[in-house]
């Protein structure tokens, strides 16, 4: 079966060209005009892969990009006017995958999208098992260990250290965070800090490692730091 | 000005770009002579994403460099430079629409 590509993008003219350009290569195609109905269709078909306009009207691409995030992991890559650098830069921290500015030949966004994809399907057969420096997650065995030393965590902690673990080199938001470790959480997500201050201080004490670098505003990173 | 756009596409997606291109640029006409000056500016950036995209590349120059003069904020360059791009803009429409005539 082929993969499905979701193309959210207020501009229509845009969005069918992508939609001709992916169907053409052999992806299903759904689309959305902005960022409510985007959502809606990714809850509905759960796509392979997001397209993500982020000059979206009332709801840009970088809220609905978080909104995606904090409810899976699937690729997103920006399709965008807004080419510089800084945008890419809050883009990758929204959580995007890559990014592809306007004008652009279409092949171009294919060829990238296969390229995020490839990236993806890489990845999916490595997803139980993890090893970032001397840290080593067993998401199956439910075993975490710091140099060596088995952690005793509990389930929130875990779920904070393998999301984090999965995504070594990306800033992981408060909301991907609440969602892997709470589901739906409606209160202060100041939660994640105090749980994360308690995952670092059960590094430390077993290790003597530092991980958990806060990235204000956004979220957290993993680092691992063995000189603090 | 230097094109971002090489137009190295399937046969399949060449005939979409071109069969839509005339809409596009008509409609784009209509966004530099309508468009309120205080919508001018992010309609234009918008604009541009598009025409490029659809290889359409004098008018992508031209809403680019409108663009430039909007975001330079004086009323009178932006009024003078808006109804030149329109002009050529009409320009561009009417010799595409003879030039798809005369292939016809």
Redesign the interface.
């Known amino acids: 079966m082929s993969e499905t590509i979701l193309v959210i993008d207020d501009d229509a003219d845009l969005r069918e060209l992508v939609t001709f350009a992916l169907t053409e290569s052999g992806y299903q195609v759904v689309e959305a005009p902005d960022g409510p109905a985007g959502i809606s269709q990714y809850r509905v078909h759960q796509p392979d892969l997001v397209v993500l306009d982020i000059g979206l009207g009332s709801m840009d691409g970088l809220a609905v990009c978080r909104q995606l995030r904090a409810i899976g992991t699937t690729p997103i890559v920006f399709l965008t006017s807004r080419a510089e650098e800084v945008d890419q830069l809050i883009g990758f921290a929204a959580g995007a995958d890559d990014y592809v500015a306007k004008p652009f030949p279409p092949r171009l966004l294919v060829a990238r999208i296969g390229s995020v994809l490839q990236r993806g399907r890489g990845a999916d057969m490595v997803k139980t098992r993890f090893e970032v420096g001397p840290l080593t997650l067993d998401a199956e065995a439910r075993v975490a260990t710091a140099n060596s030393v088995e952690l005793d965590l509990t389930r929130t902690e875990f779920e904070l250290l393998s999301i984090l673990m999965e995504n070594p080199r990306r800033v992981v938001t408060r909301s991907m965070l609440l969602e892997r470790a709470w589901g739906s959480w409606y209160g202060d997500d100041h939660v994640v800090d105090v749980h994360m201050s308690r995952l670092r201080t059960k590094v430390k004490a077993a290790s003597n490692l530092h991980i958990g670098v806060s990235v204000r505003g956004v979220g957290y990173k993993l680092g691992v730091d063995s000189t603090s | 000005m230097s094109h971002?756009?090489?137009?190295?596409?399937?046969d399949?997606?060449q005939a979409?770009?071109s069969a839509?291109q005339s809409d596009?640029l008509h409609r784009s006409i209509e966004v530099v002579r309508d468009c309120p000056d205080d919508q001018l500016g992010a309609e234009l950036?918008?604009l541009?994403?598009?025409?490029?995209?659809?290889q359409l590349l004098d008018a992508?120059d031209l809403v680019r460099d409108l663009e430039s003069v909007v975001a330079s904020g004086d009323p009178s360059l932006v009024s003078a430079a808006r109804a030149d791009s329109l002009a050529k803009l009409q320009a561009m429409a009417i010799t595409g629409a003879l030039e798809s005539g005369a292939g016809a």
């Open positions: 971002p756009v090489t137009p190295v596409e399937s399949g997606m979409f770009i839509r596009i950036h918008r541009a994403g598009r025409l490029g995209t659809f992508y």
